[in-house]
Nanobody, 123 residues
């Protein structure tokens, strides 16, 4: 059972970046995936979620219209496309998997967490 977030890096304000969450184990096709982030000195917060079949997506208010999550089941990968990036988006980003009924903000529903990938947005 493995989740791995990747694609982080350093970008300037207004830039774009796409994060990937790759999972191993065919059962993850049945899992909802959530994206979270943790900035230095702050608590981890929910950013975006996508249901197992991609039919439902949910976003943190501050990223709506800027971030889009999608999944490619054939590639066992979930994406977080981020645009119009701001310095306040700077954080370590994590993906997590949940098989409970789709409730992306329910942290306790995520049973598997991947290692994070760091994003730095400079002004």
């Amino acid at each position: 059972v493995q989740l791995q977030a990747s694609g982080g890096g350093s970008v300037q304000t207004g830039g774009s970046l796409r994060l990937s969450c790759t999972y191993r184990g065919c059962t993850f096709d049945d899992y909802h995936i959530g994206w979270f982030r943790q900035a230095p000195g702050k608590e981890r917060e929910f950013v975006a979620g996508i249901s197992w079949n991609g039919a439902s997506t949910t976003y943190l208010d501050s990223v709506k219209g800027r971030f889009t999550t999608s999944r490619d089941r054939a590639k066992s990968t979930v994406y977080l496309q981020m645009s119009s990036l701001k310095p306040e988006d700077t954080a370590v980003y994590y993906c997590a998997a949940s098989r409970t009924p789709y409730s992306p903000l329910n942290y306790s529903g995520y049973h598997y967490w991947g290692q994070g990938t760091e994003l730095t947005v400079s002004s």
